[in-house]
């Protein structure tokens, strides 16, 4: 079943005291880090907003007040808070040596391009800050060599700037301010 704005449904859980309105959200992407596959994170993707109209112990009635894509039976719900995203920040270079990937493209494509935000695997215990500028590195494709018939590693080639805007213990999401051609996941971010 879907949920638009204006429908009512039931949700049981244990519930913050004091709290009436709820994002609801549904599992999105495990972030895992590339280089050792250990899980740095989980990806919560807000579908809506709900807000309780009546409560029975801890069955609760709510009604839709809002979605960004249909809501769902499984979906999951959360107190709201705010998560404001600093809007004004200088860019700056890392103090420290980073090299890092790029794991995620938000919106689950393997291609990134200008304005696009990736989450990468690096993030506060590596010296990044908001504002962090990084330098994004194509890794070189893999070819045939036709003439000798073996296969060569072609060599890491500058292609882009990205700049951190939100961060978290050992990641970060970022925005890709210019490219040159297509990056894509597996790419690399160092200091510019």
Avoid: C
């Amino acid at each position: 079943m879907l949920f638009g704005p204006g429908d009512g449904f039931y949700a049981r859980g244990n519930w913050t005291s004091g709290t009436s309105v709820y994002g609801v959200f549904r599992e999105g992407a495990v972030y895992q880090d590339p280089e050792n596959r250990e899980v740095l994170g989980f990806e919560a993707r807000e579908v809506g907003l709900a807000r309780v109209t009546d409560r029975q112990n801890d069955l609760y009635t709510m009604e839709v007040l809002g979605v960004k894509q249909d809501v769902r039976i499984g979906d999951r719900l959360l107190p709201t808070e705010e998560r404001r995203v600093q809007s004004t920040f200088h860019p700056v270079a890392p103090d420290q040596t980073v090299e890092g990937e790029i794991m995620t493209v938000r919106g689950g494509v393997t291609q990134v391009g200008r304005h696009d935000v990736v989450a990468i695997n690096r993030g506060l215990t590596d010296g990044l800050v908001v504002g962090s500028v990084l330098a994004i590195h194509k890794r070189g494709d893999v070819v045939r060599d036709e003439r000798n018939r073996d296969r060569i590693q072609l060599p890491i080639e500058r292609a882009g700037i990205l700049i951190v805007f939100r961060l978290f213990e050992r990641m970060a999401y970022g925005l890709v301010l210019e490219t040159e051609e297509p990056l894509r996941v597996g790419d690399i971010v160092t200091n510019p």
